[in-house]
Structure formats: C-alpha cells, structure tokens
C-alpha cells in the first residue's frame, strides 16, 4: 500500500557523530532470529531513569531508517507530539530488518526507503518483512525490555500505525504484558481489500483479483520484485478483525473516513456493537484520509493540513480515560 512519511523538521546545531544518542534517543540492540534489532527510546529530558510503563509504537510499511536527517535538520520519528506522553511513559520504536537506524535522506530513494544496488531491498528485509516475524521480534524487545530497572511493569500501550496496525492487533493476542492497544488506519480485514477498494475507484475493474490468485498460490515467497514479496502481502491481508475481536483488554480504533479502508472498519463498528464489544473504543476522523490528512475533491491529501497532533491528543486523552 502507498504510505506517506511525514516530515516533521526539528533544527540542530550539529550532529557530530550522527548517531541515535545525539538527538536525544536511547538505542539498544538485540540479536533475533540471526538479525540486529535497533530499539530506539524516547523518555522525558533527565527522566531516563525514572521508572515508567512503555508506549511501544509499531510503525507502518517501507524499509526507512527511523532517524532521517538532512545538514542540520532531523526528521520525525513519530508522526504525532510524544511530549503528550513523555511524562507518563517512555516511548519506544523498533527499526526494519536490514535497515539502518539512522541515514542522511541524499542516500534514501523515493519514499526515504533504504534501497541497495538496482534499487532493491537487502535480503535481510526481504527475508524477515512478514506479518509473524514483527509479531514475535516485538514481543521479543518487549520481554528484553521489561528486565530494565526503568521500566514500570503494571501497563503497557501498543500503538500501531497502518501495517503497524496489523502487527500490534495480532501481537495483543501473543503477549499477555499488554495492557491497551490502539490500532490506526488500519484494515481490520485485511490490506488486498484496502487494495482492491482504491483501484476499483481509479480503474473502474478488478485485475487485483487476478493478482491477489496469484499472491495466495505463491503465499510463502519472499522474492523480491519492487514492492512487498508475496508473502508481506498475504500475511498483511489476513484479518485483524479475527484478533481485534477476542481480545480483554481496552482498545482504540481511529480512522480516517475517505481513508480506503474506512468501510471496514465502519464493518467492524457495526459488528462490534452487534456482539456487545463494549472494549472497543471507535473514533472516526471524518473527510480525512489514511494518514489523517484532509482531501481534495480528487481525494488527493492536502499536506498542508497537519491533523496528527490532535490524533495523538485524542490517543492520550483515551489512556487517561482507561
């Protein structure tokens, strides 16, 4: 699926080594499943230490380093204000498979993903890019994590953004340390049908049927060939509804209305209701798009309306509710 990286500019007066320490962030790294795991942790300035539960954000698609920096200019690394949450957690991130943390944008390719020669993915992303490798490795950082002195055990949040989305609602289900889940823009059936919705839109037919034949008959290849391998897009496609639905713990669903998914979770508001899943909190943004942004009337996104802040605030506003 198409993603847009926001760019939130935060000016520096150097960089000097350019690594994750200098801008303020904790990096730690593990080893899982023979791959380096870069976790980054954001915590309130002299407040490192200071016990507090995790805000452990799952972001979407592309393989982008999560510091991106150009001269003296750092790009953001949420797309919302964490200082609405660094007073109460430390909040962390965790990077792709095979991509640096951190890079300079004149290195990046289109989108700021980390692309090798001829433009491809490394093996290392190709290899691990699936829905279960995320789910497992995050709830590996998870259980890394909790064995720190400056971590409060009583709550955590998992937020996931897009295919985040997808990998927090099925790394709910696994990992018993998680106290609320929120799940953005995503589709809780599934991305093909997020797929399917925008290109009947533009065009009007359904070759997607014909290629999504094909995904489900090559399910398990993780070849590379310029966008998701097969199986990303068949393990992405399979419904968080299905893990949505048992969970016990409170949950928040936000959506965008024009966003292409915005049927299916309007679907799941309804069944929701149907089936009396009173955990499920729903908050619809209307006329804004997948990344909450507001649209023209070729339902393009008008970037120069910033809406995430007041989606972070509404985020905040529900855990203190809960």
Not at 23 to 29: D, L, S
Not at 141 to 160: C, T, Y
Not at 165 to 185: D, P
Not at 204 to 214: A, G, R, S, V
Request: charged share 25%; aromatic share 16%.
């Amino acid at each position: 699926m198409k993603k847009i990286f926001f760019l939130i500019l935060i000016s520096l007066k150097t960089f000097g080594q350019k690594k994750p320490e200098d801008f303020g962030y904790r990096h730690m790294t593990f080893e899982y499943k023979k791959t380096i795991v870069d976790v980054l942790i954001q915590s309130k300035k002299g407040e490192e230490n200071i016990k507090k539960p995790l805000f452990f954000f799952c972001q979407g698609s592309m393989p982008q380093p999560l510091l991106k920096y150009k001269n003296t200019v750092l790009y953001g690394t949420f797309p919302f204000d964490v200082s609405d949450f660094l007073t109460e957690f430390h909040i962390v991130i965790v990077g792709k498979p095979g991509v640096p943390v951190i890079s300079d944008v004149k290195d990046l390719k289109n989108n700021y993903q980390y692309l090798i020669e001829n433009d491809s993915v490394s093996r290392i992303y190709s290899d691990n890019n699936y829905l279960d490798y995320y789910v497992e490795r995050n709830s590996f950082v998870i259980n890394k994590l909790f064995k720190e002195q400056w971590i409060l055990k009583n709550k955590l949040v998992l937020a996931g953004h897009s295919e985040g989305s997808t990998i927090a609602a099925k790394l709910a289900t696994k990992n018993k340390k998680i106290t609320h889940l929120i799940y953005s823009s995503g589709n809780p059936y599934g991305r093909i049908l997020s797929m399917l919705v925008e290109e009947v839109s533009k065009q009007k037919n359904y070759d997607l049927i014909e290629y999504w034949k094909f995904v489900v008959e090559n399910k398990n290849n993780i070849d590379y060939n310029g966008g998701d391998t097969y199986k990303a897009t068949y393990d992405f496609s399979q419904p968080s509804a299905l893990h949505l639905k048992k969970l016990k713990i409170p949950v928040l669903i936000t959506y965008g209305t024009k966003d292409w998914n915005a049927p299916y979770n309007d679907l799941l508001y309804i069944e929701s209701i149907q089936l009396g899943l009173q955990y499920l909190k729903f908050i619809p943004y209307f006329d804004l798009e997948h990344n909450y942004f507001p649209v023209n009337d070729k339902r393009e996104p008008i970037h120069e309306v910033y809406n995430w802040d007041n989606v972070g605030k509404d985020w905040k506003n529900w855990l203190d509710k809960n």
